[in-house]
């Protein structure tokens, strides 16, 4: 009822690697585009700190609607969206999926899953390779984390490399 526009998802639609965040916040409501506020931002900068871009990543939320005052995504409001999250996965097919924050790993990795003790670490199912990390809003408020996560984003960089044909690195060495 609150939302102004619906955030369905961006990116590129061929990309084998797929980031899934919580839901849209206030700028990701007023452009009807997802993580394009300051979380979005830091995002930006830890995927060119690992030579990726949005260029070569689809990115979609949990829930399309901007929660009233930004707050977690009650479970119904997941429920209601899940199905075309799922119908993106199935279109998209990543062989990657980085779930960004406690509530999308949750919902679809690992329903225990705890972001301090288990990011990083990749999980194999159905035969996509997942792996849960800080969300950057989360970053933004506790910057400690952000070792750890850069850490994350170098260990998906090596897993491209491993697994992905299509997805281009951008090198530093020159
Ligand atoms: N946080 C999210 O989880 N998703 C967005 O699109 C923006 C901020």
């Not at 990726?52 to 429920?79: F, G, H, M, T, W």
């Not at 390779?129 to 970053?139: E, I, N, Q």
């Not at 984390?145 to 994350?152: L, V």
């Not at 490399?161 to 299509?166: A, L, M, Q, T």
Request: a neutral charge.
């Amino acid at each position: 009822k609150t939302r102004i526009n619906v955030v369905f998802g961006d990116g590129n639609p061929n990309a084998e690697v797929m980031f899934i965040g919580e839901g849209p916040g206030q700028t990701e409501d007023e452009t009807g585009k997802p993580f394009v506020g300051r979380a979005g931002q830091l995002l930006d900068k830890m995927l060119a700190g690992v030579g990726l871009s949005r260029d070569n990543i689809y990115i979609a939320n949990i829930v399309k609607c901007r929660p009233p005052q930004n707050r977690d995504p009650l479970p119904a409001e997941q429920e209601a969206c899940i199905e075309w999250l799922r119908n993106q996965v199935s279109l998209i097919r990543p062989k990657i999926i980085v779930f960004l924050g406690r509530i999308s790993a949750m919902k679809l990795m690992k329903p225990d899953f705890k972001v301090t003790k288990e990011h990083g670490q990749f999980f194999e199912k159905n035969g996509v390779l997942m792996m849960g990390t800080f969300h950057p809003a989360a970053l933004l408020r506790s910057p400690g984390n952000k070792p750890d996560a850069f850490e994350d984003f170098r260990k998906l960089r090596d897993k491209i490399s491993e697994i992905c044909e299509n997805t281009e690195i951008e090198s530093f060495e020159n």
